[in-house]
């Protein structure tokens, strides 16, 4: 490995950070036949830390794990879709048997399913060859229960099935989770409101029947170390500044400061020092690399959207979004039409709401805006 710090999934417990309690927490809880809620704001590393404990030898060696996605689904369709994917992928690497008899579970979906040159099944089916969604989910359900080992599902972005039109998919998902006994799940999602509304509403299906775990970020003293441990492995060093000055600038938000300590490294000499001066040019080229981006979503983006959005960024946070004081002082139109702008930018996750408190999702964004608009 090059670089140590990885900022593209994860890479192994080598270069994964801490996380030693949830690890141990989670790897029990789904080891002793619980289902988990796992909730963070986005980036703090949710989904790796899922990884991280299905690569833990209790359940690496004793479990089939799957691990869906379901953040760009809008449908019931495409939830089954990905989900029958997610198990055909991973059971691809575990031999013939394995996955000849997933094949044959999804009998639905089998004249769907293709072979490449090498006899192996691919998922290629379009959305609408899932003719029968209910019950090509009830096959897969039945494949779960009737594996050759223990299942553990982890739902990524769960909180996206709250967008599907078809309302009873809470109801019907319940159904199918509280009567597997092969099979446990893990929920993991971003936005705390829904995610919270799903397994906190004494009204909805999901209601106390998992154990919710809220992601803190990782401890600065534990990112320190890490950071300086790769640093001296490869005969570099760094101050240890450098660290608590950018786990401050970016909310403690692991995704952000990997991203930038994969830089600093690239950027530090063998024998060299990393000091904190170096951070601001740093930032400066990744906010480079992303400027492309970040100009053509705010070019397609309403009007009304965008100047919100800039106003937003140039505040950092903003507690009352539709309060005379904000609206007057970045001249938006009037009250209500910050409200309605608000509400398409969360829909699109542009910024993201806290209590009564707004602010741009993605930190980079936040700093690239500033730059230009300041
Ligand atoms: N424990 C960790 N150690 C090192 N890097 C991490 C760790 N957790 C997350 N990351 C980094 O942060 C990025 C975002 O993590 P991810 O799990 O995708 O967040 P989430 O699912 O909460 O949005 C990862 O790609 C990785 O670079
Ligand atoms: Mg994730």
Redesign the pocket.
């Known amino acids: 490995m090059n670089n140590p710090f990885?900022?593209?999934?994860y890479a192994g417990a080598k270069?994964?950070?801490?996380?030693e309690k949830e690890t141990k927490n989670i790897v029990q809880m789904l080891t002793n036949e619980n289902n988990l809620a796992l909730i963070?704001p986005?980036?703090?590393?949710?989904?790796?830390?899922i990884y991280h404990c299905f690569a833990q030898p209790e359940i690496r060696d004793k479990y089939h794990t799957f691990v869906v996605d379901i953040y760009s689904t809008a449908s019931v369709r495409d939830f089954v879709n990905l989900l029958g994917k997610a198990v055909l992928d991973s059971l691809k690497s575990k031999g013939r048997q394995s996955w000849e008899k997933f094949i044959n579970a999804v009998s639905s979906l089998r004249q769907n399913i293709g072979f490449d040159m090498n006899g192996y099944p691919s998922w290629s089916i379009g959305i609408g060859e899932i003719e029968n969604p209910a019950v090509s989910l009830d096959e897969i359900f039945s494949y779960l229960e009737s594996a050759d080992k223990k299942c553990l599902v982890a739902i990524d972005e769960f909180q996206q099935i709250t967008r599907y039109n078809d309302k009873n998919i809470e109801a019907t998902l319940r159904t199918y989770i509280q009567k597997c006994t092969n099979t446990h799940f893990i929920f993991s999602g971003?936005q705390r409101h829904l995610m919270g509304a799903i397994f906190t509403s004494p009204s909805r299906p999901f209601f106390q029947s998992v154990t919710i775990m809220n992601l803190p970020p990782?401890a600065l003293e534990k990112y320190t170390e890490f950071v300086v441990k790769h640093f001296e492995e490869a005969d570099k060093s760094i101050d240890k500044q450098v660290i608590s000055c950018l786990y401050e600038k970016f909310d403690s938000i692991?995704?952000y400061m990997?991203r930038i300590m994969n830089l600093l490294f690239v950027r530090t000499p063998v024998k060299g020092t990393c000091t904190i001066d170096m951070i601001d040019s740093t930032i400066e080229q990744l906010l480079d690399f992303s400027s492309d981006t970040y100009e053509a979503i705010l070019y397609q983006m309403p009007e009304k959207q965008r100047d919100l959005l800039v106003s937003i960024a140039l505040e950092g946070k903003v507690k009352n979004i539709s309060g005379g004081e904000f609206v007057k002082k970045h001249k938006l139109l009037s009250p209500s039409s910050v409200l309605s702008a608000a509400k398409g930018l969360l829909e699109k996750d542009f910024i993201t709401q806290d209590r009564n408190i707004y602010s741009v999702y993605d930190k980079l964004f936040e700093l690239w805006i500033k730059r230009m608009y300041k």
């Open positions: 990885v900022t593209n999934g270069y994964f950070c801490d996380r963070s986005r980036r703090l590393g949710k989904t790796d830390l971003s990782i692991t995704s990997q």
